[in-house]
Every structure is written in C-alpha cells, then in structure tokens.
C-alpha cells in the first residue's frame, strides 16, 4: 500500500525551529519529486516547496524562501522540511506529497498531516 | 503572481450535476487538477491533466479546460461527494498555485 507518514509537528515558540519528516512506503520513492502543503486552520491548501526526485532541484513558495530548506535521503525513504523564524502565520497542518509525473505534475498520493502551531 | 478563483459554494440536489468553476489567466493553456477533501481528511486528487481520474475515483467525477476557466463536474451527486474541491495549476512563475476553495453542498 503506498502511504506517507508525517511527524515532527508540535508547539514552537514564535521564532522558532521544527523539522518535518516524511516517511514513504509502497512506491518507488527516489522516483518520484516530493511536495510539503500547508493548510491553515478553516483555511485552503497553500504549496509550500517541493524537491525533485534525486533532490539536487529544490521550490519553495516566496513567503517561506530562506526560511525553510526541503531534503531528502532516499536510503531512508523520507522527506524533510526544516522551518526556521517561526511566525504566527505558519501555523497550519503541514501535508507531504508525492508528484505525478515529475515537478509541475498533480499531487496524487497525501500523507495524514503534522499540525505545526508557532505561538 | 497568478491566482486562481473559485466561487465560495455550490448546491446540489443528490442526483443531479454540480458544476465547479475555476478562473484563472490563459489557464486553458495549463494543466489543472482538481483535489476533495473532506472534513478532517487529506486531500484527495480526482482529476489531473485537465481530464483524467487516478485509479479509484468514481466515473461521475469529470473536468474540462479552455480559456480562462476550468470545471469539475459531478454527474448524479451523492451524499458521500459534500466535500470542499480545490483546483490547482502550475505556472513558470509562481509554481503551484491553488484555488480559493468551493464547498459542494448535497441539499
């Protein structure tokens, strides 16, 4: 069964750090790029960055550009997002995703979420 | 940048055909895909490349794109299809950029 796990969520001061990871099983995962996703409380879904499949291409959305490095370590089947300055504003649950197709395809398969507060 | 604009909600009697819009620059000349989500749950895709259905969704789920606009339709709207629908597309500039949000309402 293809399934994605996030964890790393949590309460984090406001200028603060967390790192997300996202656990891949069921499908090739250096194979395919990977996105993170946001969704704000009562809010729509909001792209945040994505990284090609051997991880040498990185995205990020502009709001979170120096704030936030995306990574992966294919031996280990998992996703990354470090955030860093933490704003009220980033408070959301945090999605993975993989992508069809390579980068600028669907996001076909959703992991359950991490919920990151900064407070 | 560019955006994307759905309307806020759509109404459907259980049976009949929603139609959800997406508005957005030229965005005939780009993919869109659509994602339900339902409370409390992960999105999920049910249209990609305009008009294709991944594996396991239902064939009352369609989509079309020309010009400025996109649409999802759903033909004889169940129960189990109340759900908010995002679209998305990708663009050179932004990259991913999804829509405001439609909340289908099965009356």
């Known amino acids: 069964e293809v399934q994605l796990l996030e964890s790393g969520g949590g309460l984090v001061q406001s200028g603060g750090s967390v790192r997300l990871s996202c656990a891949a099983s069921?499908?090739?995962?250096?194979?395919?790029?990977m996105s993170w996703v946001r969704q704000a409380p009562g809010k729509g879904l909001e792209w945040v960055s994505s990284i090609s499949g051997s991880g040498d291409s990185t995205y990020y959305v502009a709001s979170m550009k120096g704030r936030s490095t995306i990574s992966r370590d294919n031996s280990k089947n998992t996703l990354y997002l470090q955030m860093s300055s933490l704003r009220a504003d980033d408070t959301a649950v945090y999605y993975c995703?993989?992508?069809?197709?390579?980068?600028?395809?669907?996001?076909?398969?959703w992991g359950q979420g991490t919920m990151v507060t900064a407070s | 940048s560019y955006e994307l604009t759905q309307p806020p909600s759509v109404s459907v009697s259980p049976g009949q055909t929603a139609s959800i819009t997406c508005s957005g620059y030229n965005l005939g000349d780009k993919y869109a895909c659509w994602y339900q989500q339902k409370p409390g749950q992960s999105p999920v895709l049910v249209i990609y490349?305009?008009?294709k259905r991944p594996s396991g969704i239902p064939e009352r789920f369609s989509g079309s794109n020309s010009g400025n606009t996109a649409t999802l339709t759903i033909s004889g709207t169940q129960a189990m299809d109340e759900a908010d629908y995002y679209c998305q597309a990708w663009d050179s500039s932004t990259h991913y950029v999804f829509g405001t949000g439609t909340k289908v309402t099965a009356l």
């Open positions: 069921g499908f090739s995962f250096s194979s395919y790029a």
């Open positions: 490349e305009d008009n």
């Open positions: 995703a993989n992508i069809m197709r390579g980068f600028g395809g669907a996001f076909h398969i």
